[in-house]
């Protein structure tokens, strides 16, 4: 009786697990949340994009209030391509609109350290929930300094992201 038991444990496990189909995998998953806002402030938040685009933001540990964010960094970023700095997205956003935001994040592709890579894989569904988020914080700022090409001395602070090897 108990070897008989045991044998249709696995088969009423089996039974129970087929009860439902599983969930179909999307070929471009998303990250749901409560609002479009929240979605958005998720994606900013693990993406790191305030990490650049917010000034003073990795030094803090992120203690910068929410208030303050997305708006550019005057601080470059040094490397073989010359210095990049990371635009006020506030200022980009409100000069676009939401489809034009979802087509550039999908298509662009311009200097590190920008993950350009990863934006391009977001789906459009958490691209739009970044733009509405980005705009929901209303505008502020001043533009980022333009880029610079190798060669040209910059003007503002700049981080290096040449790596350095220790010496042998």
């Not at 409100?94 to 977001?122: N, Q």
Request: charged share 15%; glycine share 10%; aromatic share 6%.
């Amino acid at each position: 009786m108990r070897i008989a038991l045991l044998a249709c444990l696995p088969a009423l496990g089996l039974a129970g697990c087929g009860a439902s189909e599983p969930a179909a995998i999307t070929s471009s998953p998303s990250v749901v949340a409560a609002t479009d806002i929240d979605q958005g402030r998720y994606l900013v938040a693990v993406g790191g994009c305030n990490d650049c685009h917010t000034p003073g933001f990795a030094p803090t540990g992120g203690d910068v209030p929410e208030t303050q964010r997305l708006m550019g960094n005057p601080v470059g970023y040094a490397g073989p391509w010359g210095v990049t700095y990371a635009n006020n997205l506030r200022i980009t956003t409100a000069g676009m609109t939401e489809d034009a935001w979802v087509e550039m994040l999908a298509t662009r592709r311009a200097a590190p350290p920008m993950p350009w890579p990863s934006v391009r894989a977001m789906s459009d569904s958490d691209k739009r929930a970044v733009y509405r988020y980005i705009r929901s914080l209303g505008s502020g700022g001043q533009p980022a300094p333009t880029a610079l090409p190798p060669g040209v001395k910059p003007t503002t602070p700049v981080e290096n992201m040449v790596p350095v090897m220790p010496e042998a």
